[in-house]
């Protein structure tokens, strides 16, 4: 009984914070076994509990309990409150995993009400995997239940039973004017919630509006569904526990899935492409359309298959659904069922001699234009077994290179458990800690210690806290012209290409080794001219949006905003000879256009250049018994057999884009910066000029170690800092290992900088943070309102900027600027701008960061 004592007073403590209980462990799942077996205490609450409280799939409380019905079931052990049936009944919740052999030994049961039951639950359990041959085995030995399951499945009758999507949903809105970024939904300030749903989602909107959760439940009294609205929904990152926001409070739950739901509508003039194919993902129906008549409090209904709103009996919008089998997805309860369930129907009626099945709808089409193909649509045909992919295609990639972060990595954990999987089909997933190492919380902590263990078993490489930013590692692990994915949206291959997700969508790349993807168009962005003195790639970076704004094709307002890269394919021309650290900075940003993707086109050098360092680096990893070493080892074979031979795909002549934007650079003749507080939002250095600068962020995945070396030589000599703050934190542990062995980190300690462990520190924003209020520079990614610091400006350029701002305590005039970097620099560019090439270093190995503080003698930890 002290298990239910002491759930009482967990029940209690949730309560006060306004959620429901956490899901049983294990441990509390074993002793509310002994009770029922006991016949102690109220048996309908603990059934409850059992059938209702208990994660599903291949979590540790599932195997208890799913051993546990299975005993009763197969009448190995007698329970006077739940017979063989009704423990099979409940195993047939549980969605896959643990539950589904006993359930398929039932078939074979004497028990008839357990056969049936069992029967029953497996036609509508998708997650299978390889007790589908088990099934087909009794099928064909004449076991006539299994044939009945094997036909169920053949007719998609898991589908067909759950009720269409209706013709007309009637909603309340409740909107939220201009742009919602996934920080307004996610906020980083509590990011370790993320993987416990309902309490996560008491923070949705609290810094940017007043109240928003009691007005929610106030709109609720009007009796209908909730419906999110805004003018721009879903950009930024933390897409996944985004979603999981606005579901817990607008959606439904699922039935044995405990504290977590699915469903809810999301309506948006524009509408982030990663957020609205989580969306579709999880369940959710979202909508593009024009959103102006609509406020808060208003009753809409909406007609799915009309494709109209209205109000007050009146046609206030009008939208066409995308894609046009998202009503399917709605039906299955999301895109991944649907194709995890649309994949086991064709391998039953494979079995069954069946024919084509024209139950489900197929993704219209495109005709072939019989123009050539861009190399975003070469890569992703590759993966395809495809010469090209036209936009607008429905295709499903392989999907190579799978990469997860710590914010989000206990969500995809959950979403892998969910998905019973015990292994790892992509070729390569890595999981790291960037995003908490280095200030991190207890719930931080214990994360730490037991994910690297959960993917590592599952054949997936796990960093080390400390180690640095997932992108400046996965990028390393990456093969040229193949396809990823990662659950960030800065997850952006410079040598081939990826298409970010939510959490979902990378849990099932990982465990299925292909991802869903409309193929979006592309953008074409073309450099031509010469670089020009005092100008860096950052400044490049931000010349993209500075030239879509002078072409009318991006604006910074948000109401009825244009953004011509808004879920298309950003394809970068014209800088071939670029490294592929430096390329990254480009495809990196790519994000803050709010764009799928994006690839550079890069000459042969600088890529044989990069996989030659990455293979010595992975050679390190195994020796430093990083795992899983049979992965990483596979990773570095498949690197040296395309060294062998290398080749990289080139556009056709005659690709098509959605636009061309040339950028000559004879014009970019001083730095351009991103303005408080929109990356879109760019200006030329002398518009902004003289603006006082309270702290400077030198950190990020846009960063590498020249920038860094830039900084330092910049700073040389002059003393401490201007600036209340200067940041110093390199993207991993390599590059910090470098520029300690360069004495780059004396130059950091002689101005007072301050040093911290490789990651994403303020860039991330549930770390340290700047002074509320201050005016900051940062090389960072974005500039959301409180992304570094509660009430923060914040302008992003480059590092060379960022430290003329720290030597100044200001944004110097261009003057300034030219005055002191290209003579700081002159005569040491190739030193500086120098990447790290590990096979040229001698016996290269991982330093301990531990033996690099104590050698050295400079303090490298957070502070």
């Not at 040229?480 to 298409?499: K, L, Q, Y």
């Not at 299925?512 to 003195?533: A, D, N, W």
Request: charged share 25%.
């Amino acid at each position: 009984m002290a298990f239910i004592e002491e759930y009482r007073a967990h029940i209690a403590e949730r309560e006060a914070l306004g959620v429901p209980p956490l899901p049983l462990s294990a441990e509390q799942t074993a002793a509310l076994i002994e009770m029922i077996k006991a016949g102690q205490g109220d048996m309908d609450q603990n059934i409850d509990l059992l059938t209702n409280r208990v994660s599903p799939g291949v979590d540790d409380a599932a195997y208890v309990k799913a051993a546990f019905l299975n005993d009763v079931a197969s009448e190995k052990v007698s329970v006077r409150a739940i017979l063989p049936a009704h423990a099979a009944k409940i195993m047939g919740m549980m969605l896959g995993g643990y539950n589904v052999k006993p359930l398929v030994d039932a078939l074979t049961s004497k028990n008839s009400e357990v056969v049936e039951t069992a029967k029953e639950a497996l036609k509508h359990t998708l997650l299978v995997y390889d007790a589908f041959n088990d099934v087909e085995e009794l099928h064909k030995a004449g076991n006539a239940h299994a044939t009945e399951v094997m036909t169920s499945w053949a007719n998609a009758e898991w589908f067909t039973s759950k009720s269409a999507l209706a013709d007309e949903i009637t909603v309340t809105v409740f909107k939220v004017p201009g742009e919602t970024n996934t920080d307004d939904l996610s906020p980083a300030s509590e990011a370790f919630t993320r993987s416990d749903i309902p309490l996560h989602a008491n923070s949705m909107l609290v810094s940017k509006m007043d109240d928003p959760i009691n007005t929610i439940k106030k709109l609720k009294e009007k009796g209908n569904p909730i419906a999110y609205v805004g003018d721009v929904v879903g950009t930024g990152s933390s897409r996944k526990s985004g979603v999981n926001s606005v579901q817990w409070h607008m959606g439904e739950d699922i039935p044995g899935v405990p504290n977590k739901r699915t469903g809810g509508v999301v309506l948006g003039g524009i509408i982030a492409p990663i957020f609205f194919a989580t969306c579709e993902d999880s369940g959710a129906l979202p909508l593009e359309l024009d959103v102006t008549q609509m406020e808060s409090g208003d009753v809409v209904t909406i007609y799915p298959y009309k494709g109209e709103a209205h109000k007050d009996g009146k046609c206030i919008a009008t939208f066409k659904l995308n894609p046009n089998t998202i009503t399917d997805e709605v039906r299955a309860g999301g895109r991944i069922p649907l194709i995890i369930g649309r994949g086991l129907t064709a391998k039953a009626r494979g079995v069954l001699g069946m024919g084509a099945f024209d139950v489900f709808l197929t993704a219209d089409q495109p005709a072939d234009s019989g123009k050539g193909y861009t190399l975003a649509q070469k890569m992703v045909g590759r993966a395809c077994g495809m010469t090209g992919v036209r936009p607008d295609m429905y295709v499903e990639p392989v999907t190579s290179t799978v990469g997860s972060q710590d914010t989000t990595g206990p969500m995809t954990r959950d979403e892998v458990v969910e998905l019973a999987a015990l292994g790892f089909s992509a070729d390569l997933v890595m999981q790291s800690f960037c995003h908490t190492a280095a200030y991190p919380k207890p719930s931080d902590v214990v994360m730490h210690h037991t994910l690297p263990d959960f993917i590592s078993k599952r054949s997936g490489v796990a960093l080390r806290p400390g180690d640095g930013v997932i992108h400046s590692w996965l990028n390393r692990l990456t093969l040229p012209d193949t396809v990823g994915t990662g659950a960030d949206s800065h997850t952006r291959f410079p040598i081939g290409i990826s298409f970010p997700g939510g959490s979902g969508i990378v849990a099932f790349a990982a465990v299925t080794g292909s991802m869903p993807l409309t193929m979006p168009e592309s953008v074409l962005v073309r450099f031509k001219g010469e670089l020009q003195p005092g100008i860096t790639l950052r400044d490049l970076v931000n010349a993209i949006p500075y030239y879509a704004i002078k072409q009318g094709l991006l604006t910074v307002e948000k109401k009825g905003k244009k953004n011509i890269f808004n879920g298309r394919i950003l394809e970068i021309e014209g800088l071939p000879d670029l490294k592929a650290e430096q390329a990254f900075e480009l495809s990196d940003a790519s994000a803050e256009r709010s764009a799928a993707a994006c690839t550079v086109l890069l000459n042969e050098a600088p890529v044989i250049e990069y996989l030659k360092s990455n293979v010595a680096l992975i050679e390190a990893m195994i020796a430093d018994g990083y795992q899983d070493a049979r992965t990483l080892q596979r990773r570095a074979d498949k690197m040296k057999e395309w060294l062998s031979k290398p080749s990289l795909m080139q556009p056709d002549a005659d690709a098509e884009y959605a636009a061309v934007i040339e950028i000559d650079l004879n014009e970019v003749t001083e730095p351009i910066v991103a303005c408080p507080n929109d990356p879109d939002n760019v200006k030329l250095l002398s518009e902004v000029a003289g603006e006082k600068i309270d702290e400077v962020f030198l950190g990020s995945c846009m960063t590498n170690i020249g920038h860094y070396r830039a900084a330092g030589e910049v700073m040389r000599g002059e003393g401490k800092v201007a600036v209340e703050k200067f940041w110093i934190v390199p993207p991993t542990r390599m590059d910090e290992q470098q520029l300690i062995n360069e004495g780059y980190y004396d130059v950091f300690k002689s101005i007072a900088a301050q040093t911290e462990v490789p990651g994403c520190s303020l860039c991330m924003g549930n770390q340290a943070s700047a002074r509320p209020g201050s005016t900051v520079f940062s090389t960072s990614t974005r500039n959301f309102d409180n992304r570094l610091g509660k009430g923060t400006q914040v302008y992003l350029g480059s590092a060379e900027l960022a430290a003329v701002c720290s030597k100044l305590g200001k944004i110097p005039t261009v003057e300034e600027y030219m005055s002191i970097v290209p003579s700081k620099l002159a005569g040491k560019e190739a030193d500086v701008y120098k990447y790290l090439n590990f096979n040229e270093i001698k016996n290269y190995h991982l330093e301990d960061r531990s033996v690099a503080e104590e050698k050295y003698g400079v303090k490298i930890k957070a502070v």
